[in-house]
C-alpha cells in the first residue's frame, strides 16, 4: 500500500452533506483527544496527514483522505464534556446517517485510551460498530503511557465492558512510539 499518495480529501460537518463514494472505507473513531489524528499520522507514516491538537475536541467532521483504491474516514471525535447538547444531536445524526451505509465499509477501527475504562460515550461507539455488522478492531492507544501488566489489566476491562465478540481485536497500540503499527495494517491489508 502506498501511504505517499494518500491525501486529504473533503470534509463534512451536517449529515445532510455526508456523501459516499465506491471505493472501500477504513473507518476510525474515538473519544476526543485519544489521539487518533496521531494515530493515523503515524500508521502511514505521515507528519502532517491529519492534525494532532492540543485542545481536545477539534476534529468535529468527517473527514476523507483518499488513498490507493481506498476511503480512510475520520470520524468526528465524542465524548467532550464541554461540548453542548446542540452539538452531540449533531454528532449523533452524523454516526446515524454514516452507519446508514454500513456496506462501504472495509474495517471499523475505534481507539480507546488504553489507561482506563471505556466510558459510556465508547460503549456507544462501540455499539456502532457491532450494529453495522461489518469487521472492526479496537485499539487502545497511549500504551507507552503504562506498565506491561497494567495493560495486561486493563485490556480485560477494555473487553468486558465494550462486550466485544472474541473474534473482535484488541490491539494494544502507541501513537508516540509506533508500538502496534505492524499489527494494526495487517488487519487493514487482510480487509482490503
Ligand atoms: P481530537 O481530534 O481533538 O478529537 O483529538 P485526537 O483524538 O485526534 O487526538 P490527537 O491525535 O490530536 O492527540 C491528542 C493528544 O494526545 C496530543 O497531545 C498527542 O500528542 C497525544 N497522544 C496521542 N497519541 C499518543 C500516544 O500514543 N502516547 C502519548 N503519550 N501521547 C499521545
Ligand atoms: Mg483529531
Known amino acids: 500500500m502506498r501511504f505517499d499518495i494518500i491525501e486529504f480529501d473533503r470534509s463534512y460537518g451536517t449529515s445532510a452533506q455526508l456523501k459516499r463514494f465506491s471505493e ?13 489524528s496521531s494515530l493515523m499520522n503515524k500508521l502511514f507514516n505521515r507528519k502532517n496527514l491529519a492534525r494532532v491538537s492540543s485542545v481536545p475536541g477539534k476534529t468535529v467532521t468527517v473527514n476523507f483522505f483518499k488513498g490507493d483504491k481506498v476511503n480512510f474516514v475520520d470520524l468526528p471525535g465524542y465524548g467532550y464534556a464541554a461540548v453542548a447538547k446542540a452539538e452531540r444531536d449533531r454528532w449523533g445524526k452524523l454516526m446515524e446517517s454514516f452507519f446508514a451505509e454500513p456496506e462501504q465499509i472495509s474495517l471499523g ?11 459510556a460515550d465508547d460503549v ?9 455488522g461489518r469487521p472492526f478492531v479496537v485499539v487502545a492507544n497511549k ?7 497494567a495493560v495486561g489489566e486493563n485490556f480485560a ?3 468486558s465492558a465494550l462486550e466485544l465478540p472474541e473474534e473482535t481485536p484488541l490491539i494494544p497500540f502507541s501513537a508516540e512510539k509506533g508500538d502496534g503499527r505492524p499489527e494494526l495494517l495487517g488487519r487493514i491489508m487482510e480487509q482490503l
Open 157 to 159: 476491562i477494555i473487553r
Open 24 to 36: 472501500p472505507e477504513i473507518v476510525f473513531s474515538g473519544r476526543s483527544n485519544v489521539g487518533k
Open 124 to 132: 456507544t461507539m462501540s455499539g456502532w460498530f457491532k450494529n453495522s
Open 143 to 149: 500504551t507507552d503511557k503504562l506498565s506491561k501488566t
Open 109 to 119: 477501527v475505534h481507539i480507546v485510551d488504553a489507561r482506563h475504562k471505556p466510558t
